[in-house]
């Protein structure tokens, strides 16, 4: 049954206006903008449908226009609009961590790399800009690698650091096989990178590896001292 023929209280929009946008389900949020359902299964039933297949929202952020297209009833349009509220999500967190303390709220950055790179099925590398306060001043996904490894070059990332007026960094990557352990070649990329930032007067103050759901940062674990 299409939505419109439901009782105005439970359809998601009349909902959403009387009761506000948080009483809304994840399967309500998602219909909303998927606006129009198929042949025998509403808009709601098809959030579902796609909820219930990629592990709910976490799951879904995972997913690429392409990947979301395979879902009957989900085109080019319909993909593109979850994907930029997907995106939209992204944004809005990391404007959130802009004002904090990175050394003294870690958490909050390792959160939103998950999020970024997380989930990627190739290795990618990131810096992030910091202040003098420990504050966030931008970031940069500077390489892409491949299912298992990425190649890194020293110079590039500090020059880059010092043209954003960094004072430190933090330097991130995924580890597509979601094992957040740090191998051989990350544990001599780390002290590589040290080494440039005490050169450089831009010190490193973590080396972050994200998996969708777990991380390992060297500076937790004692390994960068700075």
């Known amino acids: ?17 009387a009761n506000g946008i948080e009483s809304l389900s994840d399967s309500e949020l998602l219909a909303l903008i998927i606006k129009n359902g198929v042949k025998g299964c509403s808009s709601v039933e098809l959030a579902n449908k796609i909820l ?8 879904l952020m995972k997913l690429s226009i392409q990947q979301l297209m395979k879902f009957n009833g989900i085109g080019l349009a319909k993909a593109s609009q979850i994907i930029a509220s997907l995106e939209l999500v992204r944004r809005m967190n990391y404007l959130e961590m802009l004002d904090k303390d990175m ?11 998950k999020k970024h790179i997380g989930s990627k099925t190739q290795e990618y590398f990131v810096i992030v800009f910091l202040n003098i306060k420990n504050q966030i001043i931008g970031y940069s996904d500077i390489y892409k690698g491949s299912s298992n490894s990425v190649s890194i070059n020293t110079a590039e990332i500090f020059l880059e650091a010092i043209k954003k007026g960094a004072k430190k960094v933090i330097i991130a990557h995924n580890h597509p096989s979601q094992f957040i352990e740090p191998s051989l070649a990350d544990d001599e990329t780390t002290y590589q990178l040290q080494q440039a930032g005490k050169l450089m007067n831009v010190p490193l103050i973590d080396h972050i590896i994200v998996s969708f759901d777990s991380y390992y940062s060297y500076a937790e674990k004692g390994k960068i001292i700075y």
Do not use: Y
């Open 103 to 113: 050394v003294k709220e870690p958490k909050v950055l390792i959160e939103w790399l």
């Open 52 to 59: 219930n297949q990629t592990g709910g929202i976490n799951g």
């Open 1 to 17: 049954m299409s939505v419109k023929n439901w009782d105005k209280s439970i359809q998601p929009r009349e909902k959403a206006v």
